[in-house]
């Protein structure tokens, strides 16, 4: 099926008439409401009719005849009736977030991204081509090099896999998890519409923009900008000159010839400058932006050095062409632009004052030669450190990503049998003590009238690419009320082991209470988040032998948090202090029968074995083994142990805690162990 749908008379009657919008005259068409004209059809289940009909090609013609909204109404009313009984059309998911992106009704995000990412599950025939292609284009400058390749060859191929590549890569890249919305999917189309706005030097790029585009739709707006124009510093280039004057180089009277010289090399060109600060840890990154010259095209530049045109590199100021004492034009220059743009970024300044550094050993020392001073100012070196610089950006970044703090979440699984499931895991997670950063940010917000905040956390799971359950909990706090102890605000929640491959998008997110109440925020009163994805392990096998759980370490001094059958304070990492006592949850299974006590027997064993000695450091205690071992009794085959392991004689330093068990009916044995390590009180 290619885009034909058969359905009923109400649906047919609303693409009739918008194949009679699209043909009519603009000025006499009438307000569309698609619910309004189909109405009669509603109630009239006899009018159905079969109707062969493209449904992206009506829209697509609804939008030049009466608007993009219309369209969008129209297809938002094909989808919700059709559903996804019809033949999934891409091309309708791609014009329709583009468009809903373009326009001020934030309300249409929602479906925007539901049509988008049910759309593409699709055969590949060749209708669909020339709008995948342009999907594809549009996205690349998001893409790693491989990515691109791979995709590249999907789309030569017509390979229907390339529409689930790209409904995994937005899903991968949705900011804000907790919600319906892909933020960086209709962002993505935000920063389109805006680079074709106001990026309008030459239409070379593949959003018909200036080579600003490329970076402003990676990036978004940057941190720090400014224009101008690169003009004649005459007073730098005399202070150069008489610095060979003094050296005896020149003669005085040569000043003003040499300097008509150097500036014949040299032409005013406009440049933009563009600053991020916050899209990677390593520091700030730059962008140049010009037309050099003041002709040709503008782009993006190598570096500034592009403004001095090849004959500046050429034309010697001083000296015999091919000599070590030769001084070009272009290493005036460059001082030049670089002493005008020296305040603009520490960058530049860096650059001006090694060149200074060089420029007075080869003029003041009798060692040095103008080769040397060549050596640093090479345009290929000045290209290859600018984009040393540019290569350590990301691939893309969310404006929601740039703006708020980043805190640590802990996250951890445990795997079980549960009697009617089978297989579970247990799913815990909380943030970091780190959250409490956060606050600042928050009571600079609370000024303007919130009433506190939120903390949200969960998980998304996926299977196939497709998620399929979404946890969310939340907990609501007053203004005054961030504290360390909000790291403690845990989520356990049990899930359904699996065979199949699945992954786990975990998230935690904290927002700023609006005054007019929780329940209603928004993406920008979002102040701190993060989120990782991790696959589940592979779910416990259950053989009908003994078997054992995963080992839950917790710890006395901690939180205490239900988990399964018991509370105890869960670690979020593997540290436990000395001075407290490690707690250990697991579950047995497949217990056999005592025939003579009716009882299910078991011995259990733990081991709290030092992996590194410590005995150097003179105030702490030497290591040695820790273990106890006792005999146990159920009235089930199923069964669980809570207990604490004492740290009274334990060390500090890296341990294995290992836990055996043995079935006294059956003789059948199983064991679990876990990486603990102690450490002194206030370390």
Same mark, same amino acid.
């Given at each position: 099926m290619t885009g034909k749908i058969q359905t009923s008379g109400s649906f047919l009657a609303g693409m009739a008439f918008a194949v009679i919008l699209a043909i009519a005259p603009f000025q006499a068409l009438p307000a569309l409401n698609p619910a309004d004209t189909v109405s009669s059809g509603l109630h009239n289940p006899d009018r159905s009719m079969a109707y062969d009909a493209d449904a992206f090609t009506l829209g697509m013609n609804l939008q030049k005849a009466v608007?993009?909204?219309?369209?969008?109404?129209?297809?938002?009313? *094909?989808?919700?009736l059709v559903g996804k009984s019809g033949e999934a059309d891409p091309r309708i998911g791609f014009r329709f977030v583009e468009w809903a992106a373009g326009l001020p009704e934030p309300e249409r995000f929602e479906i925007a991204s539901e049509i988008f990412h049910n759309s593409l599950q699709s055969s590949f025939p060749e209708e669909y081509f020339e709008e995948t292609r342009r999907q594809v284009r549009f996205t690349e400058p998001l893409l790693e090099r491989n990515t691109r390749r791979k995709w590249h060859k999907l789309l030569d191929d017509r390979d229907e896999q390339l529409f689930t590549e790209i409904r995994t890569f937005w899903s991968r890249k949705n900011a804000i998890?907790?919600? &319906?919305? *892909?933020?960086?999917?209709?962002?993505?189309?935000?920063?389109?519409?805006?680079?074709?706005?106001n990026f309008t030097e030459n239409d070379e790029t593949v959003y018909g923009t200036d080579e600003r585009a490329l970076i402003y739709v990676r990036f978004g707006p940057p941190d720090r900008h400014r224009r101008g124009t690169l003009s004649y510093n005459l007073s730098e280039i005399r202070n150069r000159l008489y610095d060979l004057v003094e050296v005896d180089r020149i003669h005085i009277n040569q000043i003003y010839t040499l300097q008509m010289n150097i500036i014949q090399n040299f032409s005013p060109g406009w440049y933009e400058y563009w600053r991020y600060n916050r899209i990677d840890?390593?520091?700030?990154?730059?962008?140049?932006?010009?037309? $050099?010259g003041g002709g040709g095209k503008f782009q993006l530049l190598d570096s500034l050095e592009e403004f001095i045109p090849p004959s500046g590199y050429r034309s010697v100021v001083i000296?015999?062409?091919?000599?070590?004492?030769?001084?070009?034009?272009?290493?005036?220059?460059?001082?030049?632009? !670089?002493?005008?743009?020296?305040?603009?970024?520490?960058?530049?300044?860096?650059?001006?004052?090694? !060149?200074?550094?060089?420029?007075?050993?080869?003029?003041?020392?009798?060692?040095?030669?103008?080769?040397?001073?060549?050596?640093?100012?090479?345009?290929?070196?000045?290209? *290859? &450190?600018?984009?040393?610089?540019?290569?350590?950006? $990301?691939?893309?970044?969310? &404006?929601?990503?740039?703006?708020?703090?980043?805190?640590?979440?802990?996250?951890?699984?445990?795997?079980?049998?549960?009697?009617?499931?089978? $297989?579970?895991?247990?799913?815990?997670? *909380? $943030?970091?003590?780190?959250?409490?950063?956060?606050?600042?940010?928050?009571?600079?917000?609370?000024?303007?009238?919130?009433?506190?905040?939120?903390?949200?956390?969960?998980?998304?799971?996926?299977?196939?690419?497709?998620?399929?359950?979404r946890n969310t909990s939340s907990v609501n706090r007053g203004p005054d009320e961030i504290t360390v102890a909000d790291a403690s605000v845990y989520t356990a929640e049990t899930v359904r082991s699996s065979d199949e491959d699945v992954e786990i998008e975990v998230f935690s997110e904290l927002y700023v209470r609006p005054g007019r109440g929780p329940g209603q925020l928004q993406s920008n009163a979002l102040i701190g988040m993060n989120r990782k994805w991790t696959r589940m392990q592979e779910p416990l096998t259950d053989n009908g032998n003994l078997l054992m759980s995963d080992l839950v370490p917790g710890s006395t001094g901690r939180f205490s948090v239900p988990v399964r059958s018991v509370e105890m304070g869960v670690l979020s990492g593997k540290s436990v202090p000395l001075s407290e006592s490690i707690q250990i949850y697991f579950e047995v299974y497949n217990l056999q029968k005592d025939e003579q006590s009716g009882e299910y027997r078991y011995s259990i064993t733990y081991q709290l074995e030092p992996q590194r000695r410590r005995s150097w450091i003179p105030w702490r205690r030497s290591s040695h083994e820790v273990s106890l071992s006792w005999d146990a009794a159920s009235y089930h085959p199923k069964d669980y142990q809570f207990f604490d392991v004492d740290l009274t004689h334990a060390s500090s330093g890296d341990h294995i805690l290992r836990i055996q068990l043995e079935d006294l009916a059956s003789g059948q044995t199983s064991e679990r162990e876990i990486e603990i390590e102690l450490v002194e009180p206030g370390d």
């Open positions: 608007s993009k909204s219309a369209a969008l109404q129209y297809w938002e009313s *094909n989808y919700r998890p907790s919600t &319906d919305v *892909n933020e960086r999917l209709i962002e993505h189309w935000q920063r389109i519409h805006f680079a074709r706005e840890e390593e520091g700030p990154i730059i962008y140049i932006f010009g037309r $050099p000296g015999d062409r091919g000599t070590r004492s030769a001084l070009r034009a272009g290493y005036f220059l460059q001082m030049m632009i !670089y002493n005008e743009v020296s305040t603009l970024d520490e960058y530049f300044g860096q650059r001006l004052m090694e !060149y200074e550094r060089r420029w007075n050993q080869v003029i003041f020392q009798s060692n040095q030669d103008g080769q040397w001073l060549g050596d640093l100012l090479s345009p290929n070196r000045a290209a *290859n &450190d600018m984009r040393r610089m540019q290569d350590r950006a $990301p691939e893309s970044v969310s &404006d929601i990503e740039r703006n708020v703090m980043q805190y640590p979440i802990y996250h951890r699984e445990y795997r079980f049998i549960d009697a009617e499931e089978g $297989p579970v895991s247990l799913l815990l997670m *909380n $943030p970091s003590p780190e959250i409490v950063a956060v606050t600042d940010m928050l009571h600079e917000q609370l000024r303007d009238g919130a009433t506190g905040y939120q903390l949200k956390q969960g998980f998304n799971i996926y299977k196939d690419d497709e998620r399929v359950e």
